[in-house]
T-cell receptor
């Protein structure tokens, strides 16, 4: 069945460091891929998405490219800030949209 | 409404009691989902409603869990005879159509004591 595997955390970085959170997926067909972010005490928010191969999603300095050949959708940011501290979830939605499949989440803490 | 609204935001209940959790999705969103987020765990799919179709209940962990969606809008998740392992954050999400981006509510934190 469809599934998402993402890098285990927690991840701790210094401010202005480069961030990569790995995400790979298994799916039949052509899923849409998403990154959601959950800030402390809040609900999940859509961070970015890509709906087809080679699409790049971007938002708030974060980027992820839909790589069909490697079945990956790694999240990157060139210079993290303290305010980026949150839990990040990779997810996919198959074309039927009956449900999303989420990774287990990666906790990021950015220290000044 | 402007966002997905869930109530209550926090609920503490005694083991064995029934609880009802409410989700008010974004107006016009036909798809509604319930997920459970346990401490240190990822998101666990519970149930999915799409328009007037029969719901996908494949994620409900036991027959103590049920959900309904009235009039294609508000949804209620009911947990009967709560157990301590039911303690979690219950998240509701809606989307404009199947396969679209979710908008999540802030969740209901359920604690069973």
């Amino acid at each position: 069945g469809d599934s998402v595997t993402q890098m285990e955390g927690p991840v701790t970085l210094s401010e202005e460091a480069f961030l990569t959170i790995n995400c790979t997926y298994t799916a039949t067909g052509y899923p849409s891929l998403f990154w959601y972010v959950q800030y402390p005490g809040e609900g999940l928010q859509l961070l970015l998405k890509a709906t087809k191969a080679d699409d790049k999603g971007s938002n708030k300095g974060f980027e992820a490219t839909y790589r069909k050949e490697t079945t990956s959708f790694h999240l990157e940011k060139g210079s993290v800030q303290v305010s980026d501290s949150a839990v990040y979830f990779c997810a996919l939605s198959d074309r039927s949209g009956n449900q999303f499949y989420f990774g287990t989440g990666t906790s990021l803490t950015v220290i000044p | 409404g402007a966002g997905v609204s869930q109530s209550p935001s926090n609920k503490v209940t005694e083991k064995g009691k029934d609880v009802e959790l409410r989700c008010d999705p974004i107006s016009g969103h036909t798809a509604l989902y319930w997920y459970r987020q346990s401490l240190g765990q990822g998101l666990e799919f519970l149930i999915y409603f799409q328009g007037n179709s029969a719901p996908d209940k494949s994620g409900l962990p036991s027959d103590r869990f049920s959900a309904e969606r009235t009039g294609g809008s508000v949804s209620t998740l009911t947990i009967q005879r709560t157990q301590q392992e039911d303690s979690a954050v219950y998240l509701c999400a809606s989307s404009l159509a199947a396969g679209g981006s979710y908008t999540f509510g802030s969740g209901t934190r359920l604690t069973v004591v």
